[in-house]
């Protein structure tokens, strides 16, 4: 009953925004957008699928020769999945899970580690900038750097209760990795995330707005991580009503943010969902040969 209450708010937040603005209002917007930016953008985040892939193939380099062309297609799938399943991103880590057995033939055990390995350096990356973006709303800079050190203390007290308490085959599994290829990941991850607070800059100045490189952050992180509460697929409504409410806490005009919002969410959601929905037609009835 809360998560359909929380639902109904944001769809109804959004709804009403949408109705108070005049057309003519969209018109001037719309009439302003620099649309070889947007191509630009477009291209970026084909890099980023690009990049995302490529991370993969190094996490399984210990384990099969893994083509950059089907880790892409593994994670446009999964992206797909995540567009149509309210699980905080869990429905796309499951799909990941069944494709990397089903093409490459790991074991559970190997999947349930790479996958692990991969999320929890991805969101080690991501930390920061979440942290960054409640820091620059609440100017909070005391809290930043506390939240930092305690997250920073916590990953480094998992990692050795791992490599110290956990089951011999886990550890193998895990641990197979150099801290070379851990530094790599993390790097690649920050990278990754990086990238979205570049997209989302180089389409606030395509639209003309007036916001610096450094509060985008928060324009960006802040509705991501709204939109990790599994209330709806994909973080829908939830994602887009907390970044139409952070611009409008910025000054921006209604209409701008409203534009904004939804051409950032469609470079950077719905066209990985898309071209995902186009992979999962790919997908044959073959049946995979599993290692133990």
Known sequence: ??????????AGALLWALVTVDLNDWRMVTAYINWP?????I???CATFLLMGRQWVKLLKYDRHVPLNKAVRILLISAFTEGITPSAKFGSEAAKGYLLRKEFGLSM???ISVISVQKVISLAALIPFLILAAALITNETGGFIYLLGTMTAAVLVLCYVMKKKGTEKLRKA???????????QVLMSALIWFLFPLKAYLLSLSLNLDISFIMITAVVFLPYAAALLP???GGL??????MVGVLAGMAIAPEAAIAFTLLFRLITFWLGVAAGGLA???????KPVLSS
Do not use: C, N
């Open 231 to 233: 209330l709806t697929p």
């Open 237 to 242: 409504g939830t994602f887009e009503a907390v």
């Open 1 to 10: 009953m809360k998560r359909l209450m929380l639902i109904i708010i944001m």
């Open 280 to 286: 999962t037609l790919t997908l044959t009835a073959k």
């Open 109 to 111: 055990t190997r999947v």
């Open 174 to 184: 895990v641990f197979v990795w150099t801290k070379k290829d851990y530094a790599e």
């Open 37 to 41: 930016s947007v191509m630009f953008i």
């Open 43 to 45: 291209l970026i985040q």
